[in-house]
Nanobody, 120 residues
Framework: QVNLVESGGDSVQPGGSLRLSCVAS???????IGWFRQAPGKEREGLAC???????GYGNSAKGRFTISQDKSTNTLYLQMNNLKPEDTAMYYC???????????????WGQGTQVTVSS
């Protein structure tokens, strides 16, 4: 069992930046770990992942603006988000124990989410 706790969500203006954090109760080494989001009325969307060997993968919405990283010493996963747009407004979730990069159905553990709102 892995408990995941996200933080860092906030309300920001368009063009702003946020860094989301996700602290895991134990090491996530050896499986895919990733970030997802879901806006009201929309399907869950895979944003970014770190594969077991450390290679990163990004969904189209995240490419060029978001960066996923991890600190293995603190079991923390990050998502740096730059140039935020109103369409980035959503609940953001971290996930662990995955067997596929951007497939939410492939992840075993989920956090409770952190809200990101982008508006002027």
């Amino acid at each position: 069992q892995v408990n995941l706790v996200e933080s860092g969500g906030d309300s920001v203006q368009p063009g702003g930046s946020l860094r989301l954090s996700c602290v895991a109760s134990r090491s996530m080494y050896g499986s895919y770990i990733g970030w997802f989001r879901q806006a009201p009325g929309k399907e869950r969307e895979g944003l970014a992942c770190i594969k077991p060997r450390g290679v990163t993968g990004y969904g189209n919405s995240a490419k060029g603006r978001f960066t996923i990283s991890q600190d293995k010493s603190t079991n923390t996963l990050y998502l740096q988000m730059n140039n935020l747009k109103p369409e980035d407004t959503a609940m953001y979730y971290c996930a662990a124990g995955g067997t596929g990069c951007l497939d939410g159905g492939a992840y075993r553990y989920w956090g409770q989410g952190t809200q990101v709102t982008v508006s002027s």
